[in-house]
């Protein structure tokens, strides 16, 4: 149930995106959704660990200043539709969302690709389990 992961309320550390049909896009995804937790995103690490990612909840673009690796950036719009995918953005970069984006999943530079996803494929976000 995707739309109850919008809740404002502090819900599960951790949260799993898939596909709608079923396969394992990324297994632990951290939300980011106060003001704090968007401005900060991925700069304090030093590499994403396949399988891991950031979602961002509500996002109308990203940054990747003073990042230290590159990533993959997809618009999503409010019902988990991808609207466009951004691949191996580089640090120190700048990437608007397209009209119509809600959230924006961070993923490792080439996991997009690897996953499949591109514009029209809807995305489920889900706690955890595990």
């Given at each position: ?13 951790w ?10 896009v990324?297994a632990?995804?951290?939300?980011a959704g ?8 991925l ?7 396949p ?10 673009g ?29 640090p ?7 009209r119509?984006t ?21 995305l489920?976000?889900?706690p955890?389990?595990?």
């Amino acid at each position: 149930m995707h739309h109850a992961a919008r809740k404002r309320q502090a819900g599960p550390a951790w949260w799993a995106v898939t596909l709608d049909s079923g396969p394992v896009v990324a297994a632990r995804v951290r939300r980011a959704g106060t003001l704090l937790e968007r401005a900060v995103g991925l700069m304090t690490l030093r590499s994403l660990p396949p399988g891991e990612g950031l979602w961002i909840d509500p996002c109308a673009g990203v940054h990747t200043l003073g990042m230290r690796f590159p990533i993959d950036v997809v618009f999503l719009d409010p019902d988990l539709s991808i609207l466009r995918v951004a691949e191996a953005v580089p640090p120190g970069r700048v990437r608007l969302a397209p009209r119509g984006t809600r959230s924006v999943l961070e993923l490792p530079a080439r996991a997009a690709a690897e996953a499949g996803l591109r514009p029209g494929i809807r995305l489920r976000i889900q706690p955890h389990r595990g």
